[in-house]
């Protein structure tokens, strides 16, 4: 829904693993730089309202010390019970207290790190409820559970199905310095996870899981009232709009913000923020940046109006008033690249440790897929809100198949992520790589069921992958239908995977069994190859390893293209069941050559290398020889003029 025009909310975007895939990736850089158009003409997408039910809504009024770097903080959530159960209690949230010491859950995970920063023991976070009850003041006692990420409070009559129920927290905070996307860093503060915030109640029990390194959130949808008050002359921006700001004449402010449909809600503040904006298609693009990076605005913007046209056009229109994107300090970028409802971190990537002092060029894409990735959570987890804790490949996984789609759409596919002179890297290309390092993965999992290489092939590289070999599979027109229909059947809700499963077969008129069985709940691996082409007969091979679990062999749908001595082909489909086919053309002229899956639709191939084959020709020996030593003499030619 809508709020109404503010001043900063900015996007989250995480990503871990593309954050890494980008520092090794930044060896690579170096000088030339070319400017290539960000945006392009679409016409806007039709607006639909929509709007989520209200489950879980939360009025904050929070004052930051930005000496402390604490927060002191009075809420009062509302929650209706929409399930057909009796609520006996409930469950929060407390994410701070996963950066109170060196035993929590995440931190013991983690090795004390994330996303390549360290948790400092000297700046730890945590958060403390200091007073709870229900509306008509009768007390609460709030119980930490675990490692203290979670609390239980029980209630003295469960929440009937229907009712609505009141419940005041004091809660006051310690911001870490900035770590796995929140705190501060000097007087930058990205404020996430900071508030107690309920679990989802479904199927006669909390959903709510302890913060684990490698996991993400859930939450119901609702509204919120967050009142900022802060130092005057800090910059602000939040989840929503901000509707008010009102001077207290102490020397701090008073912000006020409202939003309406969304799933969480951060803000960030500092008092040397600037500020850039752009209207894409009746939606405000504000960007917050600081001073230092002012030459990422312009890219910023191009990059989100980008980023907005295109899943506006694909899946839905953004739905609400103001998208705010949110540049990090280089000491805060721990705080980058992380999505939130209406708010997203980016950052300049100072990761690109060469970057530093070198003309800044648009021949690296760093900036543009952090922003571009990070917009594609506000429809593959702000608008459908998976659980990001039980199934972290849907939200990881659509949103960077999402990603791939745009950077290839406007940078080019061999060119998406580095185009410098004659050095050219595509964003597949990284995917690709990162996959075939560990293929053996399923991308099914809870996030702590994977440790950190598995856990970003299974959400992010082989995601994107599958994803992207289903729409070469399907058609393109076909996969989007399938996307489309399956944003707009469940935005605002809670899909799993089945239900992707439903949407996809339904839209395709398809069975498939073989990504769903296959690619995602399986950890197996194919490679299709060429093993013999005769004069008027090819085999060709499916090898590779069967699913752990299942003992299935991965069975992708392909075909076979057959080049004949008089240049005439055929392509034959090949549905994989088989192991090993040969395909016999006795009418035809002598095959020259087979090559499997020379369009190269299934990109989780183990190899290409071995996907075509080539008759050798009938030559004398000496001919053949003789061939072979200009060949040999070629290359040494080329390699010599080459340097
Ligand atoms: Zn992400």
Not at 36 to 42: D, I, N, T
Not at 119 to 129: A, F, K, N, R, T
Not at 561 to 581: I, N, R, Y
Request: glycine share 8%; net charge negative; with cysteine.
């Amino acid at each position: 829904m809508k709020t109404q025009p503010q001043r900063n909310n900015s996007l989250p975007i995480h990503l871990p693993h593309l954050f890494i895939s980008l520092r090794s990736l930044t060896l690579l850089l170096l000088a030339s730089c070319f400017l290539l158009p960000a945006s392009c003409l679409l016409p806007p997408p039709i607006a639909h309202a929509a709007h989520a039910i209200p489950i879980a809504s939360y009025t904050i009024s929070v004052t930051l010390d930005p000496a402390a770097r604490t927060l002191s903080a009075h809420e009062v959530v509302t929650y209706t019970n929409t399930t057909a159960d009796p609520i006996p209690d409930l469950v929060f949230h407390l994410y701070l207290n996963a950066f109170r010491d060196p035993n929590s859950l995440f931190l013991r995970e983690g090795g004390a790190a994330s996303r390549g920063y360290r948790w400092d023991p000297e700046h730890p976070g945590w958060i403390q409820v200091t007073g709870i009850r229900l509306a008509d003041g009768t007390p609460l006692t709030l119980e930490e559970i675990e490692d203290g990420t979670l609390a239980r409070a029980a209630l003295p009559a469960p929440v009937a199905p229907g009712e609505t129920i009141e419940v005041a927290l004091d809660f006051r905070a310690q911001l870490p310095l900035v770590f796995a996307r929140t705190g501060y860093a000097g007087d930058f503060f990205m404020v996430g996870q900071w508030f107690p915030k309920l679990g989802v109640w479904q199927e006669g029990a909390w959903n709510a899981y302890p913060y684990h390194a490698n996991s993400e959130f859930y939450a119901d949808f609702g509204t919120y009232d967050v009142r900022i008050t802060l130092p005057a002359g800090y910059v602000t921006g939040g989840t929503g709009l901000p509707v008010s700001t009102v001077d207290n004449g102490d020397g701090t402010q008073t912000v006020s913000y409202h939003a309406e449909d969304v799933i969480d809600f951060a803000w960030t503040a500092s008092p040397n923020f600037q500020e850039a904006a752009r209207q894409v298609d009746g939606v405000e693009v504000l960007y917050l940046y600081l001073p230092e990076h002012d030459w990422t605005a312009e890219r910023a913007l191009d990059a989100a109006e980008t980023a907005v046209r295109r899943y506006g056009r694909w899946y839905g229109p953004y739905p609400y008033a103001r998208l705010t994107v949110v540049d990090v300090p280089d000491e805060g970028e721990g705080a980058g690249g992380m999505e939130y409802p209406t708010l997203v971190t980016a950052g300049a990537l100072s990761l690109f440790g060469l970057g530093q002092g070198l003309p800044r060029a648009r021949m690296e894409r760093s900036i543009e897929l952090v922003v571009i990735h990070e917009i594609g959570h506000q429809w593959w987890q702000s608008m459908v809100a998976f659980n990001e804790a039980e199934e972290p490949w849907l939200d990881e996984g659509f949103t960077d198949y999402s990603t791939l789609r745009v950077m290839e759409e406007v940078y080019g596919a061999d060119t998406s992520v580095l185009d410098a002179g004659n050095l050219h890297v595509g964003y597949l290309d990284i995917r690709r790589m990162e996959y075939l390092t560990t293929p053996r993965v399923p991308m099914y999992g809870r996030a702590w069921d994977f440790g950190m290489i598995d856990y970003g092939v299974a959400a992010y590289s082989k995601p994107a992958l599958a994803l992207r070999t289903l729409e070469r599979t399907l058609g393109e027109e076909t996969m989007l239908d399938v996307m489309g229909t399956f944003f707009r059947r469940y935005q605002f809700g809670h899909p799993t995977t089945d239900d992707f499963r439903a949407v996809a077969e339904e839209v395709s008129s398809q069975d498939l069994a073989w990504f769903f069985d296959g690619l995602v709940y399986g950890d197996g691996v194919v490679n299709y190859t060429v093993t013999g082409v005769g004069t008027h007969e090819v085999t060709v091979a499916r090898q590779g390893a069967p699913s752990t679990g299942s003992g299935q062999a991965l069975v992708v749908p392909t075909e076979v293209l057959v080049t004949f001595a008089d240049g005439s082909t055929v392509l034959e489909p090949w549905d994989g069941t088989e192991a090993e086919v040969t395909l016999s053309y006795p009418d035809r002229p002598p095959v020259r050559s087979a090559e499997v899956d020379a369009a190269r639709k299934v990109l989780v191939d183990l190899r290409w290398a071995d996907n075509g084959l080539t008759r050798p020709l009938e030559v004398s020996p000496w001919l053949a020889l003789v061939t072979r030593l200009l060949y040999d003499l070629q290359n040494v030619l080329l390699v010599a003029g080459g340097l």
